[in-house]
């Protein structure tokens, strides 16, 4: 595997279910990011990780959870979600420009979400 | 308030020029990127301009003036391949992006 690879790609999910969004990166990068996509919308950003910790938190509502256990591997966590949430879901990586931001990021192909 | 401007939509002929234009105001400035994004597929990264100036990478350049808060993507020899969706996203403090609305843009033959 090589790049950024995300798990599912598709989900489906009722309003009561709880699920999980997993995404790899083989890049050896130390920032790691969850995006939602909607459809007219610009792309927002969720989460950051810089070094395992995180770093950002863009006033996402506490039923998305994120994990990142190591600078390879990130989760999103789902819960309770509501019908607005539905949304393509993109993972990305990249590697911090010391202390002032970072180098490009390498997007996840997405995870395609609908809450019903 | 942090806020990023693109035209929605531009068309262009193949084999003509076209040039995407993005106005910022962000908290913070580390650079600015360009993306590119084909329908139902993920971004990827086409330039970055930290210092005022063009940036140019085979049939894709970008400028950048940083007094303006302003900058474009200009695609030269239009192919058809080149329809999509182009992004415009600022690098603030750490790791914080904050990215446009795309323009979508469509090559005609």
């Known amino acids: 595997e090589t790049g950024v690879t995300q798990t599912p790609r598709h989900l489906v999910m009722g309003m009561t279910n709880k699920k999980s969004l997993k995404c790899e990166q083989h890049l050896g990068h130390n920032a790691m990011y969850w995006y939602k996509q909607s459809a007219k919308k610009p792309l927002e950003l969720m989460f950051v990780?810089?070094?395992?910790?995180?770093?950002e938190n863009n006033s996402v509502p506490s039923r998305f959870s994120p994990e990142c256990p190591n600078s390879s591997h990130l989760f999103l966590h789902l819960h309770t979600l509501q019908p607005e949430d539905s949304a393509l879901y993109l993972c990305?990586?990249?590697?911090?420009?010391?202390?002032?931001?970072?180098?490009?990021?390498?997007f996840g192909p997405g995870t395609r979400l609908t809450v019903t | 308030g942090q806020n990023i401007d693109q035209p929605t939509e531009m068309t262009a002929t193949e084999g003509a020029i076209v040039q995407i234009n993005c106005t910022y105001q962000t908290s913070g400035f580390n650079g600015l990127f360009w993306y590119q994004q084909h329908a139902g597929e993920a971004p990827t990264f086409l330039s970055y301009?930290?210092?005022?100036g063009l940036e140019e990478k085979g049939r894709f350049s970008s400028f950048l003036s940083r007094s303006k808060g302003y900058s474009y993507l200009l695609l030269k020899e239009l192919q058809m391949k080149d329809s999509a969706s182009y992004l415009c996203?600022?690098?603030?403090?750490?790791?914080?992006?904050?990215f446009g609305p795309g323009t979508r843009l469509s090559v005609l033959p």
């Open positions: 301009n930290v210092l005022d």
């Open positions: 990780y810089n070094f395992k910790e995180q770093t």
């Open positions: 990305a990586s990249s590697q911090p420009r010391g202390l002032a931001g970072s180098y490009e990021q390498y």
């Open positions: 996203a600022v690098s603030g403090y750490g790791q914080n992006f904050v």
